[in-house]
């Protein structure tokens, strides 16, 4: 598999990562995040010309359910 370069967000704890590559901007893992902890990301663009997605770390308690109904795997969600 290709080695997507991510952009990760990190409290020591626990990881988000969203793949700018991968992503296409459908909203859906912002929609489902229980936290509210997502959000389009307006300064970086995905490959669409959309929005990608960035995260609050501090609010995310790491339940991967953003990662599992991402369509496209363009999240990854670490847990320390
Ligand atoms: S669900 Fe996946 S493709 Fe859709 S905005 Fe979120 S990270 Fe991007
Ligand atoms: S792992 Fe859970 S809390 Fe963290 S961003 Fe994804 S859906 Fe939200």
């Not at 991510?6 to 936290?35: H, M, V």
């Not at 990608?52 to 991967?64: P, Q």
Request: positive net charge; glycine residues 8%; hydrophobic residues 25%.
């Amino acid at each position: 598999m290709k080695d997507y370069k991510g952009k990760t967000y990190s409290d020591g704890d626990k990881e988000w990562t969203n793949f700018a590559e991968l992503c296409k901007g459908c909203g859906l893992c912002i929609e489902k995040c229980p936290q509210k902890c997502l959000a389009f990301d307006k300064e970086r663009n995905n490959h669409y010309g959309t929005f990608t997605v960035k995260c609050d770390i501090s609010k995310c308690i790491a339940c991967g359910i953003c990662e599992i109904h991402c369509p496209d795997q363009a999240i990854r969600v670490d847990k320390g």
